[in-house]
């Protein structure tokens, strides 16, 4: 029976992050050496028994408590190991989620798109308190996926229905899972503890016969033997006219429940203003004209007149029937939109990502559709997407993408980019790495590699976890504290006469560690504290070697404005206080470390003689 664990579009950021998270295939859980002022989380992720295993390859990511913003993330090793570090102290959840499906479920159960956890999902798991310069353990055990199957079959006759697509819609909180059917009308379905309904996709004109019952799954419980029934849908037609009469052609045109919750199917009339729905399953239905996804040139309305859903006129039917004559007459738009300045983003040679900028139009709440073209003649297939990859029949091409804006009460507009420069050739680009470690502070230096043909020049964009970092477009970068924790690339774009721009990015480098710290040595005072002497600072011994010193002296351990030399001649202000000095030292590459001396004696009152030429300056 075909299975399909539920992943939703989850793959597309977990494969970023596999990318964000691993060096020449090299997982990241080793643990590095922890910094004094920094924690880690420590452990091991492996399946529930009874056949429980390591699990390898997982993301595992740091969250603090009550933020949805990662602190650290890393992949498992073979033996499901893994290390999160450089965290400061306090309260952590801890993520885990596969890259691929298994017989596991992903921790916490993500119901959302691209797999990024709610606080009430996170708010699932076990609270991980981090102390500076200790190793939390946290042992992660994955529990089992439980299972529906059953056959889905024609009810007409009993045939089995093959390529439908089967989904269990969770009644609350749980993630919904999809199957697609056998030759033979079987599904399996992986999901989690929780309440179901299967539901049916629409197949060659086949909706579910009727709704399913509630089912309630518990963990690893095995559910088979489920009959699903398919039927013949009903149709629902008519006809859509302006008021100003004629047709109105191309008219958004679709079938709804009541509450306005779910679309059930849509379509747009053709040109003598005619559409039909099909596929509609038993049930009362509200009919929409002009609320499709591209707003039509003219206002809303649901059958029977009305702005407002709960005012439209039902229609309901059964499956089998032919309901014809919900027609509707509408009264066309006649205020114009302000296009944006459309642009394409991207390097116009074969195989590169083309992205369209739509720019700012009036109004701003309006819905799209783009159609990419060649030399001014539309691109069969690419249409709708913000995306176009460059093919070798573009080559001594422009290409350019239209626009077509539309929005409630407006006529849609369309607005078209500026040409792409000829499509070129792409040079075959070299493999750029990185050289330097992978530390605050460090200086890491982008090789390109070897292109072909040479001669080319580069432009740089370094990424943290695939994110471009603002202005980092050097060759080099300095590893900066935001980096700690994560993972860094960089893109290298390539240029030569006669070649298209072509771009490369690196392997990660290694989860970035924090700066090592300055190691201080036992600061000291020489001199007497005794009015007007000269008080000198030691620094004592300092590693490394080379590093620059910051001094301030302080009274009873308060700063005194302006002490910030070696040497302090002792003022009448400090007479009764000890003073002491603050040494930082510092070095590009390293923490610096702060270091205060031991308190001088309390400074005395000097005998009257050592006062009068005091006195005797102000009278």
Known sequence: MPAVIPRRVRAFASGLLVAALTVGGVALGASPAIADDAGSITGVVSGAAPDASAIASARVT???DGSTNSAAGTITAADGSYSLIGLQSGAYRVAVHQQSPSQWV?????????GMPTLDELATLPVVQVVAGQAANNDIVLPHYSSISGTVSNDADGSPVAGASVYASPEAGSSSSNAVTGVDGTFTLMVTPGTYRLNVNPVDGLVLASTSDPITIGVGDVVTGLDVRMARGATISGTVTYSTGGPAVGAPVSVRDPAGTGTINATSTDASGHYTLDSVPTGTYAIG???GDLPASFHPIWYGGSDDISSATPVSVTVGDEVDGIDAVVVPSTESMTPGTVRIIGNA???????????????????WRTQWLRDGEPIPDAVWSPYYTVADADLGHRLTVEIIGSAVG?????????PTEVVRKRMTPGTPTIAGSPQVGKVLTAKPGTWTPGGATFDYQ??????DIPGATSRTY????????????VRL?????GWGPTSATSSWTGQITPAPSVTAGTVTISGKARLYRTLTAHTGSWAPNGLDFGYQWMRNGTPIAGATQKTYTVLLADIGAGLSVQVTGAKTGYDPTVVVSASTATVPTPLPSVLKPAIALFG
């Open 462 to 467: 370094w990424l943290r976890w695939g994110q």
């Open 62 to 64: 740091a969250y603090p």
């Open 478 to 489: 300095t590893v900066a504290p935001a980096d700690q924790g994560r993972g860094l690339s």
């Open 289 to 291: 004209f002009g609320f």
């Open 410 to 418: 407006y006529v849609p507009t369309a607005a078209t980019s500026a």
């Open 106 to 114: 992903d921790q916490p159960v993500v119901a959302g798109w691209f």
């Open 493 to 497: 774009t390539g240029h030569k006469s």
């Open 349 to 367: 040679t074969p195989g590169e990502t083309l992205q369209v900028d739509t720019g700012i139009w009036v109004p701003t709440l309006f819905t």
